[in-house]
């Protein structure tokens, strides 16, 4: 025989908690509590989608969709939790570059605090189209951990003949951590 019941807890959120203990118990033939088995485990936000198309740029999954000519599925950014209340957010996803031979492209991570305003901004390594065909380029990004991340703000860049970079201004995505 088994048995089986749901539990649902509720506690009071706190930014700065390292770790919940979740033990298993039983009542003894004394009528005392016995720990039969517990485990540690940091709490952990959700994860969020992110998704960005632009003429010959596109952020998102690894599939791609010859009709809709964009990638057919979203990237994911991760909450990474660490000690004391850090995060690294964590992007994985795929990006795409169609028509666009000799272009050079890069994500531009923003991370912002809970007022919205910028803490620092990090990118990822260069993605150069080697020709007009559609070419994916996979994405991995981590580079920041710290306190107070709030947002991050996802965007692509192409880089110009004069080597600087420049944000492609008709696409964007900020998602936001959820840990409340």
Same mark, same amino acid.
């Given at each position: 025989?088994?048995?089986?019941?749901?539990?649902?807890?509720?506690?009071?959120?706190?930014?700065?908690?390292?770790?919940?203990r979740?033990?298993?118990?039983?009542?003894?033939?004394?009528?005392?509590?016995s720990?039969?088995?517990?485990?540690?485990?940091?709490?952990?936000?959700?994860?969020?989608?992110?998704?960005?198309?632009?003429?010959?740029?596109?952020?998102?999954?690894? %599939?791609?969709?010859?009709?809709?000519?964009?990638?057919?599925?979203?990237?994911?950014?991760?909450?990474?939790?660490?000690?004391?209340?850090?995060?690294?957010?964590?992007?994985?996803?795929?990006?795409?570059?169609?028509?666009?031979?000799?272009?050079c492209?890069?994500?531009?991570?923003t991370?912002?605090?809970?007022?919205?305003?910028?803490?620092?901004?990090? %990118?990822?390594?260069?993605?150069?189209?080697?020709?007009?065909?559609?070419?994916?380029?996979?994405?991995?990004?981590?580079?920041?951990?710290?306190?107070?991340?709030?947002?991050?703000?996802?965007?692509?860049?192409?880089?110009?003949?004069?080597?600087?970079?420049?944000?492609i201004?008709?696409?964007?995505?900020?998602?936001?951590?959820?840990?409340?």
């Open positions: 025989m088994r048995d089986e019941w749901t539990v649902d807890i509720s506690t009071v959120p706190t930014a700065d908690m390292d770790n919940v979740v033990a298993l118990e039983t009542k003894t033939a004394s009528h005392d509590w720990i039969l088995a517990s485990n540690y485990s940091p709490p952990q936000p959700p994860s969020d989608k992110v998704r960005l198309h632009s003429k010959g740029f596109d952020f998102g999954d690894d %599939y791609f969709s010859d009709i809709t000519q964009e990638t057919s599925g979203s990237a994911t950014m991760y909450w990474n939790r660490g000690d004391h209340a850090t995060y690294t957010p964590r992007l994985i996803g795929t990006f795409w570059l169609k028509g666009v031979a000799g272009v492209a890069r994500m531009h991570l991370y912002n605090d809970d007022g919205g305003h910028k803490i620092i901004d990090k %990118y990822g390594g260069p993605a150069c189209a080697a020709g007009n065909n559609l070419q994916a380029f996979n994405v991995d990004l981590s580079p920041y951990t710290a306190t107070g991340i709030r947002s991050v703000t996802v965007r692509m860049q192409t880089q110009a003949s004069n080597g600087s970079w420049n944000d201004t008709d696409t964007s995505d900020t998602v936001y951590i959820d840990y409340y």
